[in-house]
Nanobody, 124 residues
Protein backbone atom coordinates (compact mmCIF):
# COMPACT_ATOMS: atom_id res chain seq x y z
CA UNK A 1 0.00 0.00 0.00
CA UNK A 2 1.21 3.52 -0.77
CA UNK A 3 0.38 6.42 1.52
CA UNK A 4 0.34 10.15 0.87
CA UNK A 5 -0.19 12.65 3.64
CA UNK A 6 -1.37 16.19 2.99
CA UNK A 7 -2.94 19.18 4.69
CA UNK A 8 -0.01 20.56 6.62
CA UNK A 9 0.78 24.24 6.79
CA UNK A 10 1.40 27.23 9.00
CA UNK A 11 -1.13 28.04 11.70
CA UNK A 12 -1.18 30.26 14.76
CA UNK A 13 -1.31 28.79 18.22
CA UNK A 14 -4.87 27.92 19.14
CA UNK A 15 -5.79 27.28 15.54
CA UNK A 16 -6.82 24.11 13.73
CA UNK A 17 -5.69 21.96 10.83
CA UNK A 18 -7.00 18.76 9.30
CA UNK A 19 -4.52 16.32 7.81
CA UNK A 20 -5.44 13.67 5.28
CA UNK A 21 -3.69 10.48 4.28
CA UNK A 22 -4.76 8.85 1.04
CA UNK A 23 -3.90 5.21 0.50
CA UNK A 24 -3.69 3.14 -2.62
CA UNK A 25 -4.67 -0.50 -2.75
CA UNK A 26 -7.87 -2.40 -2.34
CA UNK A 27 -6.97 -3.77 1.08
CA UNK A 28 -6.89 -0.41 2.83
CA UNK A 29 -9.87 -1.32 4.99
CA UNK A 30 -7.90 -4.17 6.57
CA UNK A 31 -5.04 -2.01 7.81
CA UNK A 32 -4.69 -0.39 11.17
CA UNK A 33 -3.75 3.22 10.52
CA UNK A 34 -1.65 5.56 12.59
CA UNK A 35 -0.22 9.05 12.70
CA UNK A 36 3.27 9.81 13.96
CA UNK A 37 5.24 13.03 14.07
CA UNK A 38 8.84 14.09 14.19
CA UNK A 39 9.97 17.48 15.42
CA UNK A 40 13.38 18.90 14.50
CA UNK A 41 16.11 17.20 16.50
CA UNK A 42 13.71 14.73 18.08
CA UNK A 43 12.75 11.14 17.53
CA UNK A 44 9.59 10.14 15.75
CA UNK A 45 6.71 9.84 18.18
CA UNK A 46 3.29 8.28 18.17
CA UNK A 47 0.27 10.58 17.81
CA UNK A 48 -2.83 8.44 17.19
CA UNK A 49 -4.06 5.12 15.82
CA UNK A 50 -7.35 3.75 14.54
CA UNK A 51 -7.96 0.04 14.10
CA UNK A 52 -9.51 -1.41 10.98
CA UNK A 53 -12.05 -3.69 12.64
CA UNK A 54 -13.67 -1.88 15.53
CA UNK A 55 -12.27 1.56 14.68
CA UNK A 56 -10.91 1.78 18.18
CA UNK A 57 -8.79 4.88 18.65
CA UNK A 58 -5.85 5.63 20.90
CA UNK A 59 -3.96 8.87 21.39
CA UNK A 60 -0.72 10.10 22.84
CA UNK A 61 -1.32 11.90 26.12
CA UNK A 62 0.08 15.10 24.61
CA UNK A 63 -2.72 15.32 22.03
CA UNK A 64 -5.61 13.66 23.84
CA UNK A 65 -8.69 15.86 23.80
CA UNK A 66 -7.31 18.07 21.02
CA UNK A 67 -6.73 15.68 18.11
CA UNK A 68 -9.19 13.27 16.49
CA UNK A 69 -8.30 10.43 14.13
CA UNK A 70 -10.88 9.02 11.76
CA UNK A 71 -11.05 6.92 8.62
CA UNK A 72 -13.22 6.67 5.54
CA UNK A 73 -12.70 3.24 4.01
CA UNK A 74 -14.80 4.14 0.98
CA UNK A 75 -12.29 6.88 0.17
CA UNK A 76 -9.20 4.96 1.31
CA UNK A 77 -8.38 7.91 3.52
CA UNK A 78 -7.66 8.63 7.14
CA UNK A 79 -7.78 12.04 8.78
CA UNK A 80 -6.25 13.79 11.74
CA UNK A 81 -8.23 16.76 12.94
CA UNK A 82 -6.05 18.95 15.11
CA UNK A 83 -7.52 21.65 17.34
CA UNK A 84 -6.08 24.01 19.94
CA UNK A 85 -2.69 23.67 18.31
CA UNK A 86 0.39 24.54 20.30
CA UNK A 87 3.91 25.49 19.14
CA UNK A 88 5.12 22.14 20.48
CA UNK A 89 2.89 20.41 17.91
CA UNK A 90 5.23 21.68 15.21
CA UNK A 91 6.59 18.64 13.37
CA UNK A 92 6.48 16.62 10.21
CA UNK A 93 3.45 14.38 10.45
CA UNK A 94 3.50 10.89 8.94
CA UNK A 95 0.74 8.40 8.36
CA UNK A 96 1.47 4.69 8.61
CA UNK A 97 -0.27 1.37 8.11
CA UNK A 98 0.07 -1.77 10.17
CA UNK A 99 -1.22 -5.21 9.30
CA UNK A 100 -1.35 -6.18 12.94
CA UNK A 101 -1.11 -4.17 16.12
CA UNK A 102 -1.29 -5.17 19.71
CA UNK A 103 -0.88 -3.29 22.95
CA UNK A 104 2.30 -1.67 21.60
CA UNK A 105 0.42 0.32 18.95
CA UNK A 106 2.63 3.33 19.69
CA UNK A 107 5.79 1.61 18.48
CA UNK A 108 6.86 2.88 15.07
CA UNK A 109 8.59 -0.39 14.21
CA UNK A 110 5.23 -2.15 14.26
CA UNK A 111 4.02 -0.32 11.16
CA UNK A 112 4.59 -1.84 7.75
CA UNK A 113 4.07 1.11 5.42
CA UNK A 114 4.83 4.79 5.71
CA UNK A 115 3.91 7.81 3.69
CA UNK A 116 5.91 10.94 3.10
CA UNK A 117 5.26 13.46 5.79
CA UNK A 118 3.48 16.76 5.76
CA UNK A 119 4.88 19.70 7.72
CA UNK A 120 2.81 21.38 10.40
CA UNK A 121 4.16 24.62 11.82
CA UNK A 122 2.44 26.29 14.75
CA UNK A 123 3.52 29.84 15.47
CA UNK A 124 3.32 31.37 18.93
Amino acid sequence: VQLQASGGGLVEAGGSLKLSCAASGRTFSTYNMGWFRQAPGKEREFVAVITYSTRTTRYADSVKGRFTISRDNAKNTIYLEMNSLKPEDTAVYYCAAAVKIYSDYDRAGLYDYWGRGTLVTVSS
